[in-house]
């Protein structure tokens, strides 16, 4: 997807907050989410508009990525692509109708491993 600097500033505009939500397992972000919801703080999915941007580049998986899809997704400019999903995530905000987002990212814990 190819953005222009005048139409990722246009579109970073529309954004009055975005909440990121981030811990280990069963530490409180969905709960946390919620209750964004629930006071017109949109939870928005980060694995929707990832697999979004997947199948546009002809990725090939059933259900979820896997992690090697992830990897190739950010492998080569990384940069552009976090600049692609910032553009896809405001706009899906738009159609939501809303100035304000929260995101959930899951910390990955890998107790014993050296």
């Known amino acids: 997807m190819k953005i222009t600097d005048k139409q990722f500033t246009k579109r970073k505009e529309y954004v009055k907050g975005m909440f990121s939500l981030g811990g280990l397992s069963e530490c409180g972000k969905s709960a946390a989410g919620f209750y964004f919801d629930s006071i017109g703080i ?13 199948l546009e580049r002809n990725y090939q998986f059933s259900g979820h990525p896997t992690e090697n899809d992830f990897k190739k997704l950010y492998a080569n400019n990384p940069e552009q692509i976090f600049r692609e999903f910032l553009y896809r ?23 014993g491993h050296t």
């Open 42 to 54: 949109k939870r928005m999915k980060i694995i929707a508009i990832e697999k979004e941007m997947m």
């Open 89 to 111: 995530l405001i706009g899906k905000m738009q159609e939501a109708g809303t100035h304000y987002a929260s995101l959930k990212v899951c910390i990955a814990q890998n107790l």
